[in-house]
């Protein structure tokens, strides 16, 4: 049996003073790791959703990281490192989660969590249940889930991110 590659997270959150809603993967792809950026691979769909829901341009990472503090958006993930050998997050063993109560205590000023995919939210439940925050679950923007369309997710993270909470 072949053994699982470890692997610890490669990239810092990008977090800013004023972020309000901190999205969370599960762990970068192994395209990701190349690339030394978030949702990396050509085929995952997080960036055209991002881009197509706030006409932003995200044609390389400078533009990536100013859609995200124009939209007051920060970007993580649930593992620090793991064991695995392809990019699935069914892939993932031996997770060691990163501690989200010790960063929303660092940074106040995010008031939702929003999970790109049901590992990073299953990860979340069992570790940090107690946690008193809104939670935004999105379908995965992987092209492996393929149960909706580019645009029934878009449609999706539209309604859920730029969902505004104060009324005026």
């Not at 620090?80 to 940074?107: G, K, M, P, Y």
């Not at 929003?114 to 439940?125: D, N, R, S, V, W």
Request: aromatic residues 12%.
């Amino acid at each position: 049996m072949k053994m699982k590659t470890p692997q610890k997270h490669p990239f810092e959150p990008i977090v800013f003073k004023d972020t309000e809603i901190l999205i969370l993967g599960s762990f970068p792809s192994i395209q990701s790791f190349e690339k030394n950026f978030y949702y990396a691979h050509p085929r995952n769909q997080f960036w055209k959703i991002l881009e197509t829901i706030t006409a932003y341009p995200t044609l390389n990472k400078d533009q990536k990281i100013w859609l995200l503090k124009e939209m007051k958006f920060g970007l993580w993930d649930m593992v620090s490192e793991c064991h695995r050998d392809n990019s699935l997050d069914s892939n993932l063993e031996q997770e060691e989660v990163n501690d989200i109560a010790l960063f929303l205590q660092t940074h106040p000023s995010i008031k939702k969590l929003a999970f790109t995919g049901k590992k990073a939210q299953k990860l979340f439940e069992k570790h940090f249940a107690d946690l008193k925050i809104e939670k935004i679950y999105l379908p995965s923007p992987s092209s492996a889930h393929a149960a909706l369309t580019f645009e029934e997710k878009a449609k999706i993270y539209q309604e859920k991110l730029l969902k505004k909470t104060d009324q005026r």
